[in-house]
């Protein structure tokens, strides 16, 4: 069974930085598609980034040069480092692993 911990979120400020973690458990990352999506109060959830097994990488437009994401195939982790971060970066944010899910960790941008 794959489980995924999603933490890092918080309150920031505009233009200020966080970092999100998702420790997996359960399945292998190193050899797994591994995506953050975030969810909006009242939007439908939406795909951010992704990193392929081959360590290739992917953004959604509005966050291209913000955020960046990473692994770390020792501690079985995935990252998630943004930066310069906006209002509109609020959301709940989730790791994803095939066809699981994080519990998602808050991400409140706000001055």
């Known amino acids: 069974q794959v489980q995924l911990v999603e933490s890092g979120g918080g309150l920031v400020q505009p233009g200020g930085s966080l970092r999100l973690s998702c420790a997996a458990s359960g399945g292998i990352i190193s050899i797994n598609l591994m995506a953050w999506y975030r969810q909006a109060p009242g939007k439908e959830r939406e795909w951010v980034a992704h990193?392929?097994?081959?360590?290739?990488?992917m953004y959604q437009d509005s966050v291209k040069g913000r955020f960046t994401i990473s692994r770390d195939n020792v501690k079985n982790t995935v990252y998630l480092q943004m930066n310069n971060l906006k209002p509109e970066d609020t959301a709940l944010y989730f790791c994803?692993?095939?066809?699981?899910w994080g519990q998602g960790t808050q991400v409140t941008v706000s001055s």
């Open positions: 990193i392929t097994s081959s360590g290739s990488t």
């Open positions: 994803s692993m095939r066809a699981y």
